[in-house]
């Protein structure tokens, strides 16, 4: 179980619009690059998309793995589990 930091960090990346929008399409579509990030979130740059997606790294709900020149980003799997049994606990 993680403790209420784990879910404080969480809850803060998934805070911000930008953030859940990539997080939405790396769910629909694994394994998307920093630059087709870039191309669904009008007016998101390259380097903006980069740093959201290290906030989210940061709170582990997403991975990034080199491919030559490109980084392809991915959901962990697995990373709410934790988060939604506690919000079931919750009465």
Do not use: N
Request: proline share 5%.
């Amino acid at each position: 179980m993680k403790d209420e930091g784990d879910f404080d960090q969480l809850l803060r990346a998934l805070a911000d619009p930008t953030r859940r929008r990539l997080f939405e399409l790396l769910g629909r579509r694994p394994g998307l690059t920093t630059h087709q990030l870039a191309a669904q979130v009008p007016g998101m740059t390259r380097w903006g998309v980069m740093k959201h997606l290290g906030r989210l790294r940061e709170a582990g709900l997403v991975q990034t793995f080199p491919e030559g020149r490109r980084r392809r980003h991915f959901r962990e799997p697995g990373t709410l589990a934790d988060l939604r049994r506690w919000l079931d606990g919750i009465q």
